[in-house]
Nanobody, 125 residues
Framework: DVQLVESGGGSVQAGGSLRLSCAHS????????MGWFRQAPGKAREGIAG???????YYADSVKGRFALSRDNLKNTLYLQMNSLKPEDTGMYYCAAICRSGSCDDDLRAGSYRAWGQGTQVTVS
């Protein structure tokens, strides 16, 4: 069974950095699509970064140039390096996996994924 566990969230001042981790198990292929999402109170869940089956990362315009996604296949861990953080980056951050269709390349719609972690809170002041 697929399990996802996020960690690394916390409170940081504007302009600071955080690195989030998503440890995954029961997910057999490094070529499978995965993504990072966030949700602020009263707001819809927003896709912010993903990794294609070919290993390339892609980003929403709101975080492009500030966030960087990477994957360590040996440790079965997905990372999100977040730099130059802004107050509007505040929210609960989730990683997601298991595409509902044949491919989720370039797909940051929350409904496209069926496996989710518990989330980790990021607060920027």
């Amino acid at each position: 069974d697929v399990q996802l566990v996020e960690s690394g969230g916390g409170s940081v001042q504007a302009g600071g950095s955080l690195r989030l981790s998503c440890a995954h198990s029961g997910y057999p292929s490094s070529r499978h699509c995965m993504g990072w999402f966030r949700q602020a109170p009263g707001k819809a869940r927003e896709g912010i970064a993903g990794i294609r089956r070919n290993g390339d990362a892609y980003y929403a315009d709101s975080v492009k140039g500030r966030f960087a996604l990477s994957r360590d296949n040996l440790k079965n861990t997905l990372y999100l390096q977040m730099n130059s953080l802004k107050p509007e980056d505040t929210g609960m951050y989730y990683c997601a996996a298991i595409c509902r269709s044949g491919s989720c390349d370039d797909d940051l719609r929350a409904g496209s994924y069926r496996a989710w972690g518990q989330g980790t809170q990021v607060t920027v002041s």
